[in-house]
């Protein structure tokens, strides 16, 4: 390379780099900006040959072009470092936590456990936390449990020791998929190992829980206002207390009616102000519920954190989330408390709301957690409803309707269906993006991925306020400038199937939907020759 300088047309002299043979080297994206601006410089064009003009506008293009490459290249590298940085940091955490199992012997007397996962190198994660901490331990997994699950066999004295000081049920998931069964936990993996990705252990897989120790709580959930429920429940109860011996609770004025009816049922224990709901996930091992979707809805928000195994009788209308029958409650009831059972993890949005005047977004009202879908209308405004939305603080679009659905895949039978939004299997991770009665043709519904936070936000030309409900209730309204935070909430519902996930969907939106239900076309008929 050999250096020269050039005199532009103010008399200003530039030094620039270029090969001895007179060429420029464009291949580096590097300098290729700065290598055609010297090719532009030494090449005069006056303004009246219009092909030359063309050919340095082509030039500028192709080096705008390489700089974008180039910086697209070298994001993505960067990115690349960071996995693979978070991954190696994952995989030093992990063994720092089976040295300290093997220093401390892997067990605590009065620590809360809870089963972990197996990575990429086939290492277990033990989760280990104290009473005074059960929530940290719990929002990762969603699943409450009492005792730390290893692959291998724990010493009998210890194990004694456990079962003494334990107070509820402890138990493992396992994920299996096309009749292959695996005992560990799995999480999803990408592996980036030798520039190939792949993915391992998808959650979408069918889950069975095996109880590690044999229940001894359980929450009975009524639907009011029905006599044959109350029947069942006086059965259940008695039978639950007569040949399982079980701690049982009820909310308090069920515990009333009961009662009413026989003083014998004071053993039926239940909470004596709001204040005790927010810990009944560490008292209870199983919530069985007796209703519809409604009450399976109304036992889901009870827990505004870890949810324990959901039993849901049908006792209601159509029944999407209630496969047991009532008059086998028995024989389902035995089956479920040995175990092993098929769940469902439903997943849940938590939601909260941002007002105009608050200082940041960390500001916001109470959270609310919704098992189905949260709604934002116009309410009883005549007005159109617009409704600013944002993904990821990337704008959308702006609704103009009557309103917005914003849904989980297991609300995705209910209103986000009726809006013309697609039904999805509830095991899928995902949030329904659902316009109501919107003023365009071409807006359509979406199906986002479950790890993105939907900020919905009424703007300040709005005609009218809007208003937001959740699960059906809870309506709030929404005026100038509040917006609806809304994003995947850490804790599923996990709900117990008659069969499997996919069987129990399946046969849902058959028999209460009357899905692709038609008379079959006669054989007899004209034929092709």
């Known amino acids: 390379m050999s250096k020269s300088k050039t005199t532009s047309a103010d008399g200003a002299s530039h030094s620039s780099s270029q090969p001895e043979n007179g060429f420029i080297d464009l291949a580096s994206p590097v300098n ?3 290598a055609i601006g010297e090719l532009l410089q030494r090449t005069p064009v006056h303004d009246n040959d219009e092909h030359l003009m063309e050919f340095s506008e082509a030039l500028r293009t192709v080096a705008k072009a390489l700089r974008r490459a180039a910086e697209g290249k070298a994001s993505a590298q960067a990115e690349a470092a960071e996995w693979k940085r978070k991954y190696e940091l994952e995989r030093a955490r992990n063994r720092d936590f089976q040295q300290q199992d093997k220093i401390s012997g892997g067990k605590h007397d009065d620590d809360i456990h809870c ?6 190198d086939d290492q277990n994660d033990s989760c280990n936390q104290t009473n005074e901490q059960p929530e940290r331990c719990c929002a990762e997994h969603g699943i409450w449990t009492h005792e730390v699950l290893f692959n291998g066999e724990n010493d009998s004295a210890s194990r004694a020791i456990q079962t003494r000081m334990m107070r509820k049920a402890s138990f493992k998931l396992s994920w299996s998929c096309k009749g292959e069964r695996s005992d560990q936990h799995k999480h999803d993996i990408v592996s980036f190992e030798k520039g190939n990705i792949t993915t391992a252990g998808r959650t979408s897989k069918q889950i069975a829980l095996k109880w590690e120790s044999p229940p001894q709580t359980v929450l009975i959930v009524t639907k009011p206002n ?3 429920v109350r029947v069942l429940c006086v059965e259940m109860v008695r039978w639950l207390k ?3 011996n079980l701690n049982i609770y009820v909310e308090p004025s069920v515990r009333s009616e009961l009662l009413t009816d026989s003083s014998s049922f004071e053993f039926v224990q239940t909470w004596q102000d709001e204040s ?5 996930h ?3 091992d199983l919530v069985v519920t007796l209703g519809g979707d409604g009450t399976v809805l109304w036992a889901a928000s009870m827990f505004k954190g870890p949810v324990p195994p959901v039993v849901p009788f049908s006792l209601g209308s159509l029944g999407f989330m209630t496969p047991f029958y009532s008059e086998h409650y028995k024989e389902h009831l035995d089956s479920i408390l040995k175990g092993p059972i098929s769940i469902t993890l439903r997943h849940r949005l938590w939601c909260h709301v941002v007002r105009d005047s608050a200082r940041n977004e960390y500001e916001t009202e109470e959270p609310i957690l919704v098992l189905n879908e949260v709604t934002i209308d116009r309410g009883i405004s005549a007005y159109l409803t617009n409704l600013e939305c944002y993904c990821d603080e990337s704008f959308v679009t702006l609704v103009q ?4 659905i914003l849904s989980t895949t297991s609300g995705s039978t209910a209103y986000s269906l009726a809006a013309g939004g697609s039904m999805v299997h509830p095991q899928v991770p995902g949030i329904l993006f659902t316009p109501i009665c919107p003023h365009s043709l071409s807006f359509r519904p979406l199906i986002l991925p479950e790890h993105v936070t939907i900020r919905v936000q009424v703007p300040f030309n709005s005609r009218s306020p809007a208003w937001a409900s959740f699960d059906g209730k809870d309506r709030k309204q929404l ?3 509040d917006a609806l935070i809304c994003r995947m909430a850490p804790w599923p519902v996990p709900t117990a199937c008659l069969v499997d996930s996919t069987s129990n969907f399946l046969r849902s939106i058959q028999d209460g939907l009357h899905w692709n239900l038609r008379k079959t076309q006669s054989f007899d008929g004209p034929r092709e020759q």
């Open 32 to 34: 290729s900006e700065k």
């Open 115 to 120: 089963e972990s996962t197996q990575n990429l």
């Open 226 to 228: 029905s006599n044959s």
């Open 242 to 244: 007569d040949h399982n």
């Open 276 to 280: 005790e709901i927010p810990e009944l």
């Open 282 to 284: 560490k008292k209870v």
């Open 401 to 404: 309707g009557d309103g917005l």
């Open 479 to 481: 005026a100038a400038g």
